[in-house]
């Protein structure tokens, strides 16, 4: 299955799914935090490496939060140069940390 960029139906043999926008979903969990309406690039230099690599955070988060998104403009199944997919996520989750462990 491949899941629509801009919402709508994606079918696979199986089962029928229905998506909604990326700009809808994000616009959503920017409200949750009390973020920004309208989203700013957000300079990745460190993952200049990959120049297809582009994103965008909802600034000044209530919440203390971060809502980003960040696009690649690969085919399915192409990884992006130099590992920066990996990077960028490594980036993204390091900077969260629980102040206890959590509870199974």
């Known amino acids: 299955t491949i899941i629509p960029f ?9 089962w029928t799914w229905y998506y909604s926008r990326l700009d809808e979903v ?5 409200a949750i935090h009390g973020c920004s309406a309208v989203p700013a690039e957000l300079a990745v230099n460190m993952f200049a490496h990959s120049t ?5 955070e909802y600034e000044n988060c209530a919440t ?5 998104q960040c696009l690649y403009d690969g085919w399915h199944g192409k990884v ?20 206890v462990a959590a509870a199974w």
Request: charged fraction near 10%.
């Open 26 to 30: 994000l616009a959503l969990w920017s």
């Open 64 to 68: 203390s939060k971060r809502v980003v």
């Open 80 to 99: 992006p140069l130099l590992n920066a997919a990996g990077n960028l996520a490594f980036w993204f989750f390091n900077q969260f940390r629980r102040s």
């Open 6 to 14: 801009h919402g709508g139906l994606a079918t696979s043999t199986k």
């Open 52 to 56: 297809n690599l582009t994103c965008y």
